[in-house]
């Protein structure tokens, strides 16, 4: 089996790793800025997280600095997380 193939790969915002799509939490802003969990919806750019808590914590003393993160809802960020991993470890 060739292992070696070509899967889509994104950065996450928080430790800058790169992952494959599925390994990582997606998020979408729309044009009112505000973030939304729909894909098919959004219309902004979307950004990367890793499901690991010490992620989000990176991201939020970023968004202290404003920049893209700016308006970005942490609560809002940190309940999409929780979400997230509670369903990976129904999964698993
Ligand atoms: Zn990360």
Do not use: Q, W
């Not at 193939?5 to 996450?12: D, E, Q, S």
């Amino acid at each position: 089996m060739n292992l070696i193939r070509h899967v889509p790969v994104r950065m996450c915002i928080g430790c800058g790793n790169r992952r494959t799509k599925g390994e990582l939490i997606r998020f979408g802003r729309d044009a009112s800025r505000s973030v939304s969990f729909d894909a098919r919806r959004h219309t902004g750019r979307s950004f990367y997280l890793c499901p690991d808590p010490t992620c989000l914590n990176i991201v939020r003393k970023k968004m202290r600095r404003g920049g893209f993160l700016d308006g970005v809802d942490f609560e809002v960020l940190k309940s999409r997380m929780d979400r997230e991993m509670e369903n990976r470890e129904e999964v698993e």
